[in-house]
């Protein structure tokens, strides 16, 4: 936070002016977790079997604010990147003289700096007309960037990175069905895991605008803390067809709890739930993504930065940055069916939630595959039909200890 002495903040590596405008402390983590995925892009682009590696690193932070994350890139990611370009954009074009005073600490690197205060839209616009790429876009937008992301994408290079995010959070989480449909071209239904509902929408967006285009993508990570939806993806040449099956519907069941998903290249009729029939209608949400939303190649990557000491990064990651690492790696998010342990108590009559670890355990023990979410605290991912889930809840007692038939 600014200290009494002055109006400066200081983050990382970074000491700058936030200005007057709009200003988050509170989302340090999506910073830390940024800056480390471009620290490990400029690992990657050494490589000469990409078709980038002949040219210098380029970053885009196409709504800068007040620009700390474009300068934690510069003095945090880009140090082994000489000559890298740092393009910094805002709207507003009187935040321009504060942009360029707390991105003159990046002259002396040996950087490229540019900053402007076009729109977004005529950014990107003109970045196409250009025919100008980055490797690394950066995305922070104030409510629904779905409008953005074709023209974003056109502006990432093959194997580049576009880190998106959202502040819409009643679209995408069944609390706008207009706005979803408006939006997202997606039905968004209420659904126990909301957050999660609504990363799966938003990479659906961005999957179905990159086969537009003919290219694919790779969703890297994705997370969220209940306000703001966050989305790394790396943009590939081609869509193979086993990514095209990741596009799909998600029902729940709001008598049983049940969930059910389906790809859209394989759509058919739902299953019968638990209900007694004549079941209640179920809530359906999609198109959206149903394939992983981590990873974990990439993230152990990160986790590997973030304890290698490199002095750039060494300060870089606060606590809850290292703790929101942990659990995204822990959890690759390739089963979309989740459900809060709480729901599941109160399902089975029960006092309290089963104990999460041992329903975990207990489901594997079946062969089923289960795991903790990284998304949304306290909650339950699997493949199991919904009455195993049940029973082996009903089965574990509240110190995690199997009960006896």
Not at 50 to 61: H, N, T, W
Not at 114 to 123: I, S, V
Not at 148 to 153: C, I, N, Q
Request: glycine share 10%; with cysteine; aromatic share 4%.
């Amino acid at each position: 936070m600014p200290t009494a002495a002055d109006d400066h903040y200081c983050e990382g590596a970074a000491r700058l002016q936030v200005g007057d405008g709009f200003f988050r402390p509170d989302s340090r983590p999506a910073r830390d977790l940024g800056v480390l995925l471009l620290a490990d892009l400029v690992q990657r682009h050494a490589r000469p079997d990409l078709a980038s590696a002949s040219e210098p690193v380029a970053v885009l932070d196409a709504m800068a604010g007040c620009g700390i994350r474009a300068l934690r890139y510069g003095l945090e990611a880009l140090v082994h990147a000489p000559g890298a370009l740092v393009w910094v954009n805002d709207a507003d074009p009187d935040r321009l003289p504060l942009l360029q005073r707390n991105l003159a600490a990046l002259a002396p690197l040996g950087l490229q700096v540019q900053a402007g205060c076009q729109t977004a839209q005529q950014l990107l616009a003109g970045c196409l007309l250009q025919r100008r790429r980055f490797d690394f876009l950066d995305l922070d937008a104030f409510g629904c960037p779905s409008a953005l992301v074709p023209l974003a994408l056109e502006a990432v290079r093959l194997d580049g990175l576009l880190y998106v995010a959202s502040t819409d959070g009643r679209s995408p989480t069944g609390h706008d069905r207009s706005g979803a449909v408006r939006r997202l071209g997606a039905a968004a239904r209420a659904h126990p895991a909301s957050w999660e509902l609504a990363l799966r929408l938003q990479i659906g967006v961005i999957a179905r605008a990159a086969w537009a285009q003919g290219r694919s993508i790779e969703p890297v990570l994705s997370f969220s803390e209940g306000r703001t939806f966050r989305t790394a993806v790396r943009l590939k040449r081609h869509a193979a067809g086993s990514e095209l099956a990741q596009l799909g519907l998600l029902a729940h069941c709001h008598g049983c709890g049940d969930q059910q998903v389906q790809s859209l290249l394989q759509l058919r009729q739902w299953q019968p739930c638990l209900c007694s029939p004549p079941s209640p209608p179920l809530a359906i949400s999609g198109p959206l993504w149903i394939g992983p939303l981590q990873h974990q190649p990439t993230l152990e990557r990160l986790q590997g930065l973030a304890d290698a000491g490199d002095p750039a990064l060494g300060t870089s990651l606060v606590t809850e940055s290292r703790r929101l690492l942990g659990r995204l790696s822990a959890d690759p998010g390739d089963l979309p069916r989740c459900w809060p342990t709480s729901s599941i108590g109160r399902r089975l009559g029960r006092g309290g939630a089963p104990p999460l670890q041992a329903l975990v355990a207990q489901l594997q023990q079946q062969g089923f595959r289960a795991g903790i979410s990284g998304v949304m605290p306290g909650q339950l991912r699997s493949d199991a039909p919904w009455s195993e889930i049940l029973q082996s809840a009903a089965g574990v007692g509240s110190d995690g200890v199997r009960a006896a038939k």
